[in-house]
């Protein structure tokens, strides 16, 4: 499951990141609320974790545009606020739980278990051709041959694959697989475009993952 923190301390943030991968879910992160309203519209996430206040817009205005949308993708809100009038006005703005900082990584791993407990009752599939991702358990499977692939690999090819048949571009791939603030002038994603391309055995009539030179990728059905 996929995992957006919005969140402009970057000590929390990386402590996030790190401690949420281990658990196996994939993770993206944002230090503005500009930035984070417009990946979280993208409707790649399962969960939000946002600070209130950050740059840009507030995790509670970015909660309210999200709702709009998105009104069952659980929110939860990380915070140094903690009156009762403050606690309430979070919820109500459409967040689910509320966290206080500093925060204990188990508590909040268990609060993150709990939103999600709904949504692992149905396995999610996503497929590309030959092509079958279970994001939940992290596998890959080609004509249900397991196919193994690194934790990058793996993001990389998610992200295509959630956003199949439309153009995606080196940046977007960049702040979706990588980091906001990776530079995406390294030959990086062709580096790991060929490598998704020789694991999952994808010859030149399998054009299964295109390239749009100077723009980007497109994971094509065809």
Known sequence: MRILVVEDEPGISNFLKQGLEEEAFAVDVTDNGKSGLELALSGNYDLLLLDWMVPGISGIELTRQFRKDFPQTPVIFLTAKDTLDETIFGLQSGANDYI?????FEELLMRIRVQLRGKAIEIEK??????????DKHLVLRNEEEVQL????????????????????RTRIIESVWD?????????????????????????DEDYIQTFRGVGYMAKEL
């Open 100 to 104: 206080k900082k500093p925060f204990h």
């Open 126 to 135: 996503l497929t590309l051709g030959p092509i079958e991702i279970f994001p």
């Open 150 to 169: 690194t934790q990058k690999e793996f993001a990389l090819l998610e992200y295509l694959v959630r956003n199949k048949n439309k153009v995606c571009r």
């Open 180 to 204: 906001i603030h990776f530079d995406y002038n390294t030959g990086v994603i062709d580096v790991f475009i060929n490598s998704l391309r020789k694991k999952l055995h994808l010859n030149r």
